[in-house]
């Protein structure tokens, strides 16, 4: 068997397309594969899919897969085709073995989807020789095209978070809206304010959704979430996960033992930890080192600490009446307290109420969320960061969108 034919076996080419030459260059690290059609042969019209005959055509290049160390390319005289339907006229043909108007084959597209979820781009363009920004619009080409199909008419239940591109810069945070019964990624925008509400509400009518149908909402306590649920989706009960109400206690505690290690270094240093820690998690030393800082002074970290573990029961209650009665002994409490930053926390308890008890009759939490947020930062991390924000929201998509690329460009057979 000629060479030619093997490669066209190879490609999956097909007539009327056949291999008519294979050169090698060892000089310049290159593999050349011509392809070209039959004589006479007709081509279905883009528009119209009837055959019709080339009418002129025109050389084009794509880059394949790497044949062992050595670039590899295609080349071919693609035809247009002079449609007799009316509406159709002189329209260029899609060859089968690379999308219309990239510069890649099928399957050098279908590796570097497959790879960009665990490798940096960057890294990819080195291994590949081609600049990122053109790997870059071949991601944001697939992201795209696989969006388009997607169904949101059953989507009820939705997660928004934000998370951070650059550290300091509030025009440098993206926020990422989830389905939390099919824990997917449904949308991705750049921003932090409750206008990304509104493009979220947007991009789900966009794709069959109802804003109506959406039931809940489990969000942080941001204001701009908070303004941007009401307004944008009525029927949404609010509920604010567990994690952020923790954490925002956590960071009253942390701030309160910080100031108070500066009075005290002796007892508090290299002691944060153990207050920010669950009891359970603690070793025995550290365990023991902490029973000791509460129970060596009247500390203010000691006290906050104390209001830390009686939040955090509330959600061990079976039910809203239970954790409505120990949230607010916890609040009594906490509202009398001696320490600001503590009755600061009581005021936000009160002023967010329903939202955090609605926790134990919607029970969403955000944890699936904040999984899926590290490993967007972990592929940002490994990638020292992104260019800009659309190809963060990119790659969030290809790791947390469960989208169907193959469906997108089938592979030739």
Not at 274 to 303: C, V, Y
């Amino acid at each position: 068997m000629q060479p030619e034919a093997l490669f066209g076996i190879a490609l999956g080419i097909t007539p009327p397309w056949e291999v008519t030459s294979v050169a090698f260059s060892k000089e310049s690290n290159r593999l050349d594969i011509t392809i070209d059609f039959q004589r006479g042969a007709t081509f279905a019209c883009p528009v119209c899919g009837s055959p019709a005959p080339a009418y002129d055509t025109t050389e084009k290049e794509w880059r394949h897969l790497n044949f062992f160390q050595y670039e590899a390319y295609l080349h071919a005289r693609v035809p247009r085709v002079n449609c007799p339907n009316e509406g159709c006229g002189v329209k260029q043909v899609t060859v089968p073995w690379a999308r219309a108007g990239s510069g890649f084959t099928l399957l050098f597209e279908a590796l570097v989807m497959a790879m960009c979820r665990d490798l940096p781009v960057k890294v990819m363009s080195r291994l590949f020789t081609v600049t990122d920004t053109r790997l870059w619009r071949v991601i944001q080409a697939y992201v795209d095209k696989a969006r388009a199909t997607e169904d949101y008419s059953d989507v009820t239940r939705i997660g928004a978070d934000e998370t951070f591109a650059k550290r300091g810069r509030d025009d440098n945070f993206v926020t990422f809206f989830f389905d939390l019964d099919k824990r997917k990624l449904l949308f991705g925008t750049k921003g932090k304010d409750n206008e990304t509400a509104k493009r979220f509400v947007a991009d789900l009518e966009a794709h069959g959704g109802d804003p109506e149908k959406v039931t809940d909402a489990a969000i942080d306590m941001s204001k701009a979430f908070i303004k941007g649920v009401k307004e944008q989706l009525p029927n949404a009960v609010v509920t604010f996960d567990p994690f952020h109400v923790i954490k925002l206690m956590n960071d009253k505690l942390a701030k309160i033992r910080a100031d108070e290690a500066r009075l005290f270094p002796a007892i508090l240093k290299k002691s944060r930890y153990l207050f920010l820690k669950n009891p359970e998690n603690l070793s025995e030393s550290e365990g023991q080192r902490l029973d000791a800082i509460i129970a060596s002074q009247n500390l203010k970290s000691s006290e906050a600490y104390l209001h830390k573990l009686n939040l955090q029961n509330v959600y061990f209650a079976e039910s809203r009446t239970e954790a409505e009665n120990l949230l607010t002994r916890w609040h009594r409490k906490a509202a009398k307290s001696s320490i600001h930053l503590i009755r600061n926390m009581a005021e936000t308890v009160k002023e967010h109420w329903n939202g955090i008890l609605s926790h134990f009759e919607s029970k969403l939490t955000s944890g699936f969320l904040e999984g899926i947020n590290s490993l967007i930062q972990s592929a940002k991390t490994r990638a020292r960061g992104y260019r800009n924000l659309d190809n963060m929201i990119a790659i969030a998509y290809v790791i947390a969108g469960k989208l169907n690329f193959k469906s997108v460009h089938p592979l030739p057979t």
